[in-house]
């Protein structure tokens, strides 16, 4: 089958590919402009084709493909590229496949259809081109990008949102627990602080013991034991009061009288 004819129905199976299943594909041609090394973002729903029809390229012709969705951060993807045509007829050409800077295929005139290559989940795809004539030669790859994982930003945003809200009760609780801790040693310090007994010196000053009266003894009495102390309160009894009146009877006695 005639080369032109395989690549008829590629372009149709494309075509058909991208109205069922609502893809976009983006039809670069690898010139001097191509050859600024940008990175171009590709997702699930985007094809993006490059075709190259065998004119003089710039010593450094290399551009970066990566796997990233508009809406969802976090999916990750596997970029892939693909030959779709390799027809080489001049040995200036070299195609080279990166994977971060790590070298995963060359082709040059020598070789036949480069086979399907991915570099893998979260990194870069990079195609580089080297052509330093014209020919009539023509290349045309298509990369992909496939999902690998895709992340539901809602049940992210809820586990998000039950985390914060763990956390924030966690330290409520670590708060309500040191504050209890430290209102319960408070305490503590004061109950002690009001019931420690106020520490003094007392003076003991000795009985005095009192007299006894003589108590006889007998043979009924024992005689280890005592009789009870009685304890006869005087009642001090205040001066007569003094008076010069001779009238007074009571004054001096008739014998110290002078005359």
């Given at each position: 089958m005639?080369?032109n004819?395989?690549?008829?129905?590629?372009f149709?199976?494309?075509?058909?590919?991208?109205v069922v299943?609502?893809?976009?594909?983006?039809?670069?041609?690898?010139?001097?402009?191509?050859c600024?090394?940008?990175i171009?973002?590709?997702?699930?729903?985007?094809?993006?084709?490059?075709?190259?029809?065998?004119?003089?390229l710039p010593?450094?012709c290399?551009?970066?493909?990566?796997?990233?969705s508009l809406?969802?951060?976090l999916?990750?993807y596997?970029v892939?590229?693909e030959a779709?045509?390799?027809d080489?007829n001049?040995?200036?050409?070299?195609l080279?496949?990166y994977?971060n800077?790590r070298?995963?295929g060359?082709?040059s005139?020598?070789?036949?259809?480069?086979?399907?290559i991915?570099?893998?989940e979260?990194?870069?795809?990079?195609?580089s081109f080297?052509?330093e004539?014209?020919s009539t030669?023509s290349v045309?790859l298509?990369?992909?990008?496939?999902?690998?994982k895709?992340?539901?930003?809602v049940?992210v945003y809820?586990?998000?949102?039950?985390?914060v809200?763990?956390g924030?009760a966690?330290?409520f609780?670590?708060?309500?627990?040191?504050?209890?801790?430290?209102?319960r040693?408070?305490?503590?310090?004061?109950?002690?602080q009001?019931?420690?007994?106020?520490?003094?010196?007392s003076?003991i000053?000795?009985a005095?013991?009192?007299?006894?009266p003589?108590?006889?003894?007998?043979p009924?009495?024992?005689?280890?034991?005592q009789?009870?102390?009685m304890l006869q309160?005087?009642?001090?009894?205040?001066?007569?009061m003094?008076?010069?009146?001779l009238?007074d009877?009571t004054?001096?006695?008739?014998?110290?009288?002078?005359?």
């Open positions: 005639p080369l004819s395989i690549t008829i129905i590629l149709g199976y494309l075509m058909l590919l991208d299943s609502g893809t976009a594909i983006d039809v670069m041609h690898i010139d001097k402009k191509a600024s090394f940008d171009y973002h590709l997702n699930e729903y985007d094809l993006m084709q490059l075709e190259w029809d065998g004119r003089q010593s450094y290399k551009m970066s493909f990566i796997g990233r809406t969802e951060s999916n990750s596997d892939c590229v779709l045509t390799y080489i001049k040995c200036d050409f070299m080279t496949y994977s800077n070298q995963m060359s082709y005139c020598k070789d036949d259809l480069p086979p399907k991915c570099a893998g979260e990194k870069y795809l990079d195609i080297r052509a004539t014209s030669s045309t298509l990369v992909t990008a496939t999902l690998r895709e992340v539901n930003m049940m809820v586990a998000i949102s039950m985390g809200l763990v924030t966690g330290v609780v670590v708060l309500c627990l040191l504050c209890r801790r430290r209102n040693q408070s305490n503590q310090g004061m109950v002690i009001r019931t420690t007994p106020i520490t003094g010196t003076t000053i000795p005095v013991p009192l007299s006894q003589y108590i006889q003894t007998g009924d009495l024992n005689p280890a034991q009789a009870p102390l309160h005087t009642i001090p009894v205040s001066p007569p003094y008076s010069e009146s009238s009877k004054t001096l006695p008739q014998s110290q009288l002078k005359i």
